[in-house]
Protein backbone atom coordinates (compact mmCIF):
# COMPACT_ATOMS: atom_id res chain seq x y z
CA UNK A 1 0.00 0.00 0.00
CA UNK A 2 2.25 3.12 -1.30
CA UNK A 3 1.38 6.32 0.98
CA UNK A 4 0.47 9.32 -0.84
CA UNK A 5 0.62 12.11 1.42
CA UNK A 6 3.21 13.88 3.67
CA UNK A 7 0.86 14.01 6.06
CA UNK A 8 0.53 9.44 6.08
CA UNK A 9 4.35 9.25 5.69
CA UNK A 10 4.64 11.30 8.98
CA UNK A 11 2.45 9.32 10.41
CA UNK A 12 4.12 6.03 9.48
CA UNK A 13 7.16 7.56 10.53
CA UNK A 14 6.11 7.78 13.79
CA UNK A 15 4.49 4.10 13.97
CA UNK A 16 7.62 2.33 13.15
CA UNK A 17 9.44 4.71 15.76
CA UNK A 18 7.61 3.57 18.58
CA UNK A 19 8.51 0.05 17.39
CA UNK A 20 12.05 0.37 16.32
CA UNK A 21 13.55 2.66 18.06
CA UNK A 22 13.45 1.00 21.42
CA UNK A 23 15.14 -2.07 19.88
CA UNK A 24 17.54 0.17 18.17
CA UNK A 25 18.82 1.29 22.02
CA UNK A 26 18.91 -2.07 23.36
CA UNK A 27 21.23 -3.54 20.19
CA UNK A 28 24.92 -3.30 21.29
CA UNK A 29 25.68 -3.14 17.96
CA UNK A 30 25.01 0.60 18.35
CA UNK A 31 27.24 3.15 19.58
CA UNK A 32 25.55 6.01 21.60
CA UNK A 33 26.89 8.56 19.27
CA UNK A 34 25.09 6.60 16.61
CA UNK A 35 22.00 6.63 18.20
CA UNK A 36 21.84 10.17 18.24
CA UNK A 37 22.27 10.21 14.46
CA UNK A 38 19.76 8.27 13.85
CA UNK A 39 17.65 10.45 15.59
CA UNK A 40 19.02 13.78 13.76
CA UNK A 41 18.49 11.98 10.35
CA UNK A 42 14.61 11.01 11.24
CA UNK A 43 12.43 12.86 9.15
CA UNK A 44 10.52 14.76 11.89
CA UNK A 45 12.73 17.17 13.89
CA UNK A 46 13.10 16.60 17.44
CA UNK A 47 11.66 19.79 19.28
CA UNK A 48 14.26 20.76 21.94
CA UNK A 49 12.14 22.45 24.44
CA UNK A 50 13.35 24.91 26.76
CA UNK A 51 17.39 24.13 25.32
CA UNK A 52 19.06 26.44 27.58
CA UNK A 53 21.92 24.64 25.56
CA UNK A 54 24.07 28.02 23.38
CA UNK A 55 24.21 26.57 19.63
CA UNK A 56 27.63 24.85 18.07
CA UNK A 57 29.47 24.93 21.60
CA UNK A 58 30.28 21.77 22.65
CA UNK A 59 29.54 21.08 26.64
CA UNK A 60 31.45 18.32 28.15
CA UNK A 61 29.54 15.63 30.20
CA UNK A 62 29.74 14.83 33.73
CA UNK A 63 27.10 11.91 33.84
CA UNK A 64 23.82 11.14 33.24
CA UNK A 65 21.33 11.07 35.78
CA UNK A 66 18.33 8.85 35.16
CA UNK A 67 15.07 9.78 36.86
CA UNK A 68 11.78 7.85 36.03
CA UNK A 69 11.76 7.92 32.22
CA UNK A 70 13.65 11.20 31.39
CA UNK A 71 17.64 11.26 31.16
CA UNK A 72 19.16 14.46 32.87
CA UNK A 73 22.41 15.38 31.65
CA UNK A 74 25.02 16.82 34.07
CA UNK A 75 27.76 18.53 32.81
CA UNK A 76 31.15 19.00 33.34
CA UNK A 77 31.23 22.84 33.85
CA UNK A 78 27.70 23.54 34.95
CA UNK A 79 26.56 27.06 33.20
CA UNK A 80 22.98 25.26 32.41
CA UNK A 81 22.41 22.84 34.99
CA UNK A 82 21.46 19.95 34.49
CA UNK A 83 19.78 19.33 30.81
CA UNK A 84 16.52 17.12 30.18
CA UNK A 85 17.22 15.10 27.19
CA UNK A 86 14.18 15.53 24.70
CA UNK A 87 12.35 12.44 24.56
CA UNK A 88 13.52 10.58 20.94
CA UNK A 89 16.99 10.94 22.16
CA UNK A 90 16.17 9.89 25.97
CA UNK A 91 14.68 6.72 24.99
CA UNK A 92 17.44 5.65 22.22
CA UNK A 93 19.84 5.83 25.62
CA UNK A 94 20.70 2.14 27.22
CA UNK A 95 21.34 1.14 30.58
CA UNK A 96 24.24 0.45 29.30
CA UNK A 97 24.80 3.96 27.53
CA UNK A 98 24.39 5.19 30.87
CA UNK A 99 26.93 3.03 32.69
CA UNK A 100 29.59 4.12 30.25
CA UNK A 101 29.36 7.96 30.56
CA UNK A 102 29.23 7.27 34.46
CA UNK A 103 32.19 5.65 34.61
CA UNK A 104 34.56 8.04 33.03
CA UNK A 105 36.36 5.72 30.92
CA UNK A 106 34.94 7.48 27.99
CA UNK A 107 34.24 11.47 27.95
CA UNK A 108 31.65 12.76 25.50
CA UNK A 109 30.37 16.15 24.39
CA UNK A 110 26.77 17.76 23.90
CA UNK A 111 26.56 20.47 21.13
CA UNK A 112 23.30 21.75 19.73
CA UNK A 113 24.05 21.87 16.17
CA UNK A 114 22.36 24.34 13.46
CA UNK A 115 21.15 22.05 10.40
CA UNK A 116 20.10 24.22 7.91
CA UNK A 117 16.82 22.45 5.97
CA UNK A 118 17.34 21.35 2.87
CA UNK A 119 15.26 18.73 0.36
CA UNK A 120 17.04 15.59 2.05
CA UNK A 121 16.36 16.96 5.47
CA UNK A 122 12.85 17.84 6.47
CA UNK A 123 10.28 18.05 3.59
CA UNK A 124 8.16 21.10 3.29
CA UNK A 125 9.13 22.69 6.41
CA UNK A 126 9.41 26.51 6.19
CA UNK A 127 11.65 26.84 8.56
CA UNK A 128 15.36 27.35 7.46
CA UNK A 129 17.00 25.37 10.14
CA UNK A 130 16.49 23.14 12.63
CA UNK A 131 18.52 22.58 16.06
CA UNK A 132 19.64 19.03 16.37
CA UNK A 133 21.98 17.65 19.56
CA UNK A 134 24.98 15.98 18.45
CA UNK A 135 27.08 13.57 20.44
CA UNK A 136 30.50 13.21 20.21
CA UNK A 137 33.08 10.90 21.70
CA UNK A 138 36.48 12.66 22.62
CA UNK A 139 39.81 10.91 22.79
CA UNK A 140 41.31 9.56 26.11
CA UNK A 141 42.83 11.72 28.35
CA UNK A 142 46.54 10.62 28.12
CA UNK A 143 47.72 8.29 31.50
Known amino acids: MPLAT????????ADQRVDWWPSVARNPAYSLVEKFDIVN????????????LTPRVPY???????????????????VVGNYRLPANYAVMVSRRDIALVNSHFHRFTLTRAVKHCD???????DKPYTFDLVLKQLPRKPS
Open 6 to 13: LSERLEFD
Open 41 to 52: SSIRAEPLGECR
Open 60 to 78: EIYSFLPYESDIYVHFEIS
Open 119 to 125: WRRIPLD
